[in-house]
């Protein structure tokens, strides 16, 4: 790695709204440069993990170092391919904190989309170079000029800096290569003061522990040097250093300006914080600035199937936690369901692929409960807080045909099935993202259930003052349909405070194991009567009501569709 000066390295990014075609240039970029063969099969070739293919999304950022020669010098070009959708943007914020400068690519049929712009902002606001990059011109439906005067209109970039390919043909890509050359400046990074290496990404693996993906601000670091964290001042030796090509290839030694891996005993997940720094030992150096944490939008109950797969779940959720640092995870316990944790997500896509990644890669399975968003309560004696509706902050006209909108919305409205029906309104035009904008006052209200006068905790949630009627109607009806008849009636109720706005009722009903058992065989009436007993440890009792715990999931997955 000594052969490449700072001069000939450039580190840059793919930034651009979902399928418009990063992963694919990814792929291009990787076989004109050699690092992969050319063939027709790579397809995603960065997008290593199951459920990136399976789902054809990608919801990791991934590096990988490509080598390229031009006008008779090598550079060492370190690619960070990024994540599209808007749950993943956080993987996206930390990646350009190893970068010079970004390509940011939009699709020549379909423009500037929602994520285009927040990417963009992302990037202009880091001070880095932005390449536009007009994708798919192959399409019949494609009109490249109205994407450059978009990118002139809405970002200021001039069009004739506009770069117009095909990915999926392979058009017009080596200028891409050539324009991140020539465009991005190398970083800017002294060799010869002290080691500051920021740990911007981490992955676990179960044999060598921690994998920390670093970029080298300041210094050398190589095999065998003791390195501090500065984040825990633990002293670790380095194991291994080398760059990702982008599979894992050892080095001697990695350099300042570049970016690659480094392993050195850490097992745990505190020790491998993404946004720490490392120095040498008894060389320290100023930390670097690290990370804003994220913030979680969508929080959900995680608990494991049986309690018996507790430790395991736990191992697995911290050591997915390692790879997702933005997944915040408390303990918590339920009930009905035993020892779980609260998990929160940036989203609910999030939420699907997090919990898919533990199945695949951990073998876990899980119970996830309503996902719900966090409030502050102020507790007044009417407890009522005022509503507030969307609110549009602007409108930008984009072109002739497309209108940016900007709206304060509450959280709670969109988290669920907003995107869905906002695609299906628009059939598929439109497109969405959102930030935080803090807490707003609401008219909400705690909403209790109650089987035969005792609330249920599980199902305590909190509703709009408007929505409460519909909510607590189909939660008694849902919850009518799932609990087992008893040999006494049972009353379901929904109340707010005292006031009880939704019933139903379960008939007395006594259900007989033995009743087809006649006669005979007593060691098949045992049989079900231990099941029978086996059955009841899974049951929660409220009062004298034994629930059972399909009943509870039943419930909560009524709470979040309404
Ligand atoms: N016609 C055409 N299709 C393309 C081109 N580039 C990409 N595609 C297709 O567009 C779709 C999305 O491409 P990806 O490369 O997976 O998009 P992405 O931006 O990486 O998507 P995420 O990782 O999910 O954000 C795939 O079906 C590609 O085959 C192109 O130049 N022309």
């Given amino acids: 790695m000594s052969r490449f000066s700072v001069e000939n390295i450039r580190n840059f990014s793919i930034i651009a709204h979902v399928d418009h075609g990063k992963s694919t240039l990814a792929d291009r970029l990787l076989e004109l440069t050699g690092t992969i063969d050319k063939t027709k099969n790579n397809k995603q070739v960065l997008d290593k993990l199951q459920v990136e293919r399976e789902r054809g999304i990608t919801v990791k950022a991934q590096t990988a170092s490509l080598f390229y020669n031009w006008e008779g010098k090598q550079y060492l070009l370190n690619l960070i391919d990024t994540p599209g959708h808007v749950d993943f943007s956080y993987e996206v914020s930390r990646s350009l904190s190893a970068c010079q400068g970004v390509l940011l690519v939009v699709d020549a049929n379909e423009g500037i989309q929602a994520q285009t712009v927040a990417n963009f902002f992302l990037a202009f606001e880091a001070q880095l170079s932005v390449i536009p990059v007009i994708n798919k011109i192959d399409l019949k439906n494609a009109d490249p000029e109205r994407v450059e005067k978009q990118i002139e209109k809405v970002f200021d970039i001039p069009s004739d800096e506009c770069i117009k390919i095909s990915a999926k043909l392979g058009t017009n890509v080596e200028r891409v290569l050539q324009a991140v050359i020539e465009r991005i400046p190398p970083p800017k990074v002294h060799r010869k003061n002290p080691l500051r290496a920021l740990v911007f ?18 210094g050398v670091v190589s095999k065998g040097d003791k390195i501090v964290s500065a984040h825990t001042k633990k002293i670790h030796e ?25 392993i050195a005993g850490m097992k745990d997940v505190t020790e491998a914080q993404i946004g720490d720094t490392l120095y040498l030992h008894k060389q ?40 997702d640092s933005s997944v915040t995870v408390h303990r918590d316990s339920s009930l009905a369901l035993g020892a779980g944790w609260r998990l929160g997500f940036l989203g609910l896509l999030h939420m699907e692929v997090f919990n898919q990644r533990l199945e695949q890669e951990y073998n876990a399975s899980v119970i996830l409960t309503t996902p719900t968003v966090p409030y502050k309560a102020v507790l007044s004696s009417a407890k009522l807080i005022k509503a507030r509706r969307a609110v549009q902050k602007n409108m930008i006209f984009i072109d002739q045909n497309r209108v940016m909108l900007k709206y304060l919305f509450p959280l709670n409205e969109i988290v669920v099935d907003f995107y869905d029906s906002l695609k299906s309104l628009s059939s598929g035009y439109a497109s969405f993202d959102y930030e935080d904008a803090g807490y707003q006052t609401a008219e909400l209200v705690k909403m209790d259930i109650l089987l035969n006068g005792n609330i249920v905790e599980e199902l305590v949630t909190i509703v709009h003052k408007d929505k409460a009627h ?19 009636e049972i009353a379901i109720q929904a109340a707010i405070g005292s006031k009880i706005i939704a019933r139903e009722t379960v008939k007395a009903y006594r259900k007989n194991v033995l009743a087809k058992c006649y006669g005979g065989d007593i060691t098949r009436k045992m049989k079900l009567l231990k099941r029978q007993a086996e059955g009841k440890k899974k049951l929660r009792k409220v009062g004298n009501i034994e629930v059972p715990r399909d009943a509870f999931i039943k419930v909560l997955k009524t709470q979040s569709d309404k």
Avoid: W
């Fill in 238 to 262: 380095v194991n291994e250093v080398g760059v990702l090509n982008p599979n894992e290839q050892p080095a001697h030694k990695l350099y300042a300006g570049q970016v690659g891996y480094l």
């Fill in 201 to 218: 990404d981490s992955t676990f693996d179960q044999y060598r522990g921690v994998i920390a993906n670093v970029a080298l601000f300041d």
């Fill in 284 to 323: 320290p150096v100023e930390p670097l600035p690290g990370f804003k944490s994220a913030k979680p939008m969508v929080f959900a109950g995680m608990y494991p199937i049986d309690q018996s797969e507790y430790n395991n779940l736990k191992s697995a959720i911290e050591k997915l936690t390692i790879n």
């Fill in 470 to 488: 519909s909510v607590g109607k189909a939660v008694c009806e849902r919850l009518k349909d799932s609990l087992p008849r008893q040999l006494f």
